[in-house]
């Protein structure tokens, strides 16, 4: 079979130039196969695309590129074994059609598609624990708008407007990425307008602590433990989300020197990269805790800045309001 004899992919320090984006660069590998690139903002990942030979195409994520650590053949994959496990792989994925992928299928998809972008997996977790069996068996193209919305109208007898709206919307990106990868797939509408966000269902809460309060709160997370010192510094200093911060590394928070930002230079000093005060190497990831990288750590770790807020009788804050 055909191989790319040459591609700007097959070098690592080219493509950690390329932009951070959604969707991968592909090459052509022959016989309507590609293999291609997703710039992620940790490691990159390798797409494979198989043509249908009808215009369509299906997608699959087939492992991380060796951008941060050595290729293992497995996990994380090189150009040339990312292109021999493309070909591997490219009959079997061709055996489940559009038309028997079903709901369950398509959530599991989604749930590894998370797991290769550092992607929050509580978000499948929840789901799953509100999506009823019957449902999840029915295959995507007999779907339809009126049982999806009478599925999330439902939530809303054990479930916050907001709360129902995040399970909604997982349902519905799995459902999307299912479409992704099977262009065969003509229609979402049934998603699209089943599983319509409920309007006014978040109310905003504009909570700003001053500096010192902030200082505060990291220090007193730095009490509790090195982790969550950590986490809370990192989301005082760059004002991302929870999961953004799970898949940062060290490089990410270095800027024009070798030194990482800190909120407060003292806390350098005393130990918050390390009991020399040095920061982990730059390809290493932010957060050293496996838990705290898939997710699962998310809730903890709220509890934790909840309960070290209101020690300094302030209202219950989350991440934002650090910054």
């Known amino acids: 079979m055909a191989r ?3 591609s700007l992919l097959a070098v690592k320090k ?5 932009p951070i984006s959604k969707k991968p660069r592909f090459e052509s ?5 590609s293999l291609g690139y997703r710039r992620n903002q940790g ?3 390798w797409v494979a695309r198989k043509a249908d030979g009808k215009g369509g195409s299906s997608q699959k994520v087939i492992g991380f590129a060796d951008d941060y650590e ?5 996990r994380v994959l090189s150009w040339a074994q990312a292109q021999a496990t493309a070909f591997a792989g490219a009959s079997e994925r061709g055996q489940c059609s559009a038309s028997r992928l079903s709901v369950r299928e398509a959530i599991d998809r989604y749930k590894a598609d998370l797991q290769l972008r550092g992607g929050d997996l509580g978000n499948v977790a929840r789901l799953l624990r509100h999506l009823p069996c019957p449902l999840q068996d029915r295959t995507l193209v007999d779907l339809r708008s009126g049982e999806l919305r009478s599925w999330r109208d439902g939530l809303l007898q054990q479930l916050q407007p907001a709360t129902v709206n995040r399970t909604a919307n997982a349902l519905k ?3 999307n990425l299912a479409a992704d990868q099977h262009e065969s797939i003509a229609s979402r509408q049934a998603w699209e307008k089943g599983l319509s966000a409920l309007p006014d269902a978040s109310v905003a809460r504009n909570v700003i602590l001053p500096e010192p309060v902030v200082r505060q709160l990291v220090r007193a997370a730095y009490a509790q433990s090195h982790s969550l010192g950590l ?4 989301a005082a200093v760059t004002g991302a989300r929870y999961s953004q911060i799970a898949g940062l590394r060290v490089q990410d928070l270095q800027i024009g020197g070798d030194s990482p930002r800190s909120i407060d230079d003292a806390l350098v000093k005393e130990g918050a990269w390390g009991e020399k005060g040095a920061p982990p190497p730059s390809a290493d990831p932010v957060l050293a805790r496996p838990e705290a990288r898939t997710g699962f750590g998310s809730t903890v770790d709220r509890r934790c800045i909840a309960r070290q807020s209101q020690r300094r009788a302030l209202e219950e804050i989350g991440p934002h309001a650090l910054v």
């Open 14 to 18: 080219k493509r950690l130039e390329l």
């Open 173 to 175: 990106a799995a459902l």
């Open 70 to 74: 050595d290729a293992d053949g497995t």
């Open 29 to 33: 590998l022959g016989d309507g196969l």
């Open 231 to 234: 986490l809370v510094e990192v």
């Open 43 to 45: 490691a990159g990942t």
């Open 4 to 6: 790319a004899k040459a």
